[in-house]
């Protein structure tokens, strides 16, 4: 009896130390992310800007498949600004990517994730690379401080 509850306790440990919301440098803490506006933060957005200047690439629809630890995945609705003939004129193609958020930061106590990456489930949209790779640290980011890569 002894031994078998000796082994649930080590299963279990090492199941929990192996998570990444284990992390002690969680804290048991929500990551963030920034929200749709550009300048507000969010709890598992489902919508993200990843170019604030001109708004030229966001995701919307996001589902996750998972949230919270090191990274976040899941599939999204991508829409990018075509630029043919030229930005100010040209369309917008939407298609479905997957999408996965990482390198979690510290802000002023709270955490985010900081760099965005998709790619699209197919073929892209003409005009369209297959992948992107976007920094989308919080608007105050001077005070923020790698935690996790």
């Not at 073929?123 to 923020?144: G, N």
Request: a positive charge; one cysteine or more.
């Amino acid at each position: 009896m002894k031994t078998a509850v000796a082994a649930v306790l080590v299963l279990g440990a090492v199941i929990l130390s192996s998570s990444a919301s284990a992390d002690p440098r969680f804290h048991g803490d929500r990551v963030y992310v920034r929200g749709p506006g550009c300048n507000s933060t969010t709890y598992r957005a489902s919508t993200i800007i990843f170019f604030c200047g001109d708004a030229g690439v966001w995701v919307t629809n996001i589902r996750y498949s998972s949230y919270g630890g090191r990274t976040a995945t899941g599939t999204a609705v991508q829409h990018a600004k075509d630029c043919i003939p030229d930005c100010a004129s040209g369309g917008i193609s939407a298609a479905r990517v997957t999408i996965r958020l990482a390198d979690v930061v510290r802000c002023d106590g709270t955490l985010f994730y900081s760099r965005a990456s998709t790619r699209y489930i197919g073929r892209p949209p003409s005009a369209q690379r297959a992948s992107l790779v976007a920094t989308i640290s919080p608007f105050y980011e001077s005070s923020c401080s790698s935690i996790l890569g």
